[in-house]
């Protein structure tokens, strides 16, 4: 029987895409992996359709104009983890700001992979229960910066693509 899988597909793990939160400054980043006490993140795009239907056709036209891209997390507390630690500083603050860097380490070369810098705005839902658990969703604000990640040991250090 023929096979109809193309060569040379390989799974991709979870654990092969990585986000990392700045825990410390804009000036100053310091990369702290998004993961320790979370068991699931995916990132919802939320398009943005505008749709026209014109008197004159019989079916609509439509304009994907935006995403409203955003994640929500449900985390166990851990004293010491630098995500944690960040988070619950915030707990009170409107408009709490950071940045996010996704990183696709399935799809590099070496230590370096294609990565996404984007600013976030992240709001706390909900604080403690049974679980000791904080929840919180992050809001992708604005256009991504397009760059790679290069790793000296566990440490990222984005770089931007060049722009013409």
């Known amino acids: 029987m023929a096979s109809y899988v193309p060569d040379g597909i390989t799974k991709i793990n979870r654990s092969q895409f990585l986000t990392f939160l700045n825990t410390g400054t804009t000036a100053v980043p310091v990369w702290s992996v998004l993961g320790v006490g979370i068991t699931e993140y995916g990132i919802d795009y939320n398009p943005q359709v505008d749709t026209e239907k014109w008197i004159i056709e019989d079916s609509a036209r439509n304009d994907h104009t935006s995403n409203q891209k955003q994640g ?3 985390q166990r507390c851990y004293k010491g983890d630098p995500v944690f630690e960040f988070i619950n500083q915030g707990r009170d603050v409107l408009n709490y ?3 996010v860097l ?3 380490r399935w799809n590099g070369e070496g230590t370096t992979y294609p990565a ?5 705005i992240i709001t ?3 604080y403690m229960g049974e679980n000791a658990e904080i929840e919180y969703e992050m809001y992708y604000d604005g256009d991504p910066v397009e760059g790679s990640v290069t790793f000296t040991g566990n440490t990222p250090t984005f770089e931007p693509t060049a722009s013409l």
Request: aromatic share 0%; net charge positive.
């Open 97 to 99: 700001k950071a940045q």
């Open 124 to 126: 706390i839902t909900r």
């Open 116 to 120: 996404k810098k984007n600013d976030v």
């Open 72 to 74: 929500s997390i449900t």
């Open 102 to 104: 996704d990183v696709d």
